[in-house]
């Protein structure tokens, strides 16, 4: 599992970061009236950034919800089209490679996107079958998968032995499983001692003709 570098199996070699558009000369929806329009939900925070090009507000509120805003009229964009969703996986893209397919997951995503939804999983065409998961809501990449991360996915899954999320490492079977391995050992230690006698290691000493 340590063979590999880590960011060659989360995919950072095969992303980048899209340029992003000066704002400083652009007229921005005031985020005081974001603040009155959203009154029926408390807003925690408040993100400024483009897409495509585009200047989006991006909210995310008490209830785990997040919203994106066009930052020029103040409105609700829908979600994430297809051709966005492309665009935007191209734009993170970092080589050359086609778009083999792009499917929509408005529930019950691939586990491999580790529940996230609604969400587009955009295919490219590459050696390493890479796909990117871009969020039909605020339009983020939020997974990069590819054959090197799905085989480390497995044998983590084997390693820490979470057969469901693959994320927990304190569950009740590993720890039962690690004190088994201890007391093997320990037992192990015991008989290599029990079974060797001090005459094992004296030399005994050879009889004259």
């Not at 964009?77 to 086609?98: D, M, Y």
């Not at 998968?145 to 084997?158: A, E, K, Q, S």
Request: glycine share 4%; with cysteine.
């Amino acid at each position: 599992m340590s063979f590999v570098p880590i960011e060659q199996i989360r995919g950072q070699h095969l992303s980048k970061s899209p340029p992003q558009k000066s704002l400083a000369k652009m007229y921005l929806f005031p985020i005081n009236r974001l603040f009155e329009n959203y009154q029926n939900e408390m807003i925690l925070e408040v993100k400024l950034k483009t897409l495509l090009g585009r200047p989006v507000y991006e909210l995310k509120t008490n209830r785990q919800k997040n919203i994106l805003i066009d930052a020029q009229t103040g409105l609700a964009l829908p979600l994430i089209s297809r051709q966005q969703a492309e665009k935007i996986a191209s734009e993170h893209f970092l080589g050359k490679a086609k778009i083999l397919k792009a499917i929509l997951y408005t529930k019950d995503p691939p586990f491999e996107a580790r529940g996230t939804a609604p969400v587009w999983k955009i295919d490219f065409e590459n050696s390493e079958d890479s796909s990117f998961y871009i969020s039909a809501i605020t339009g983020r990449l939020v997974a990069k998968r590819n054959n090197l991360w799905r085989i480390y996915d497995f044998v983590w899954m084997l390693h820490i032995m979470d057969y469901d999320q693959r994320e927990d490492f304190n569950h009740p079977t590993l720890i039962i499983a690690s004190f088994l391995a201890l007391l093997c050992s320990i037992t192990g230690l015991f008989l290599i001692v029990y079974t060797f006698r001090k005459s094992d290691f004296t030399l005994k000493k050879r009889k004259k003709d």
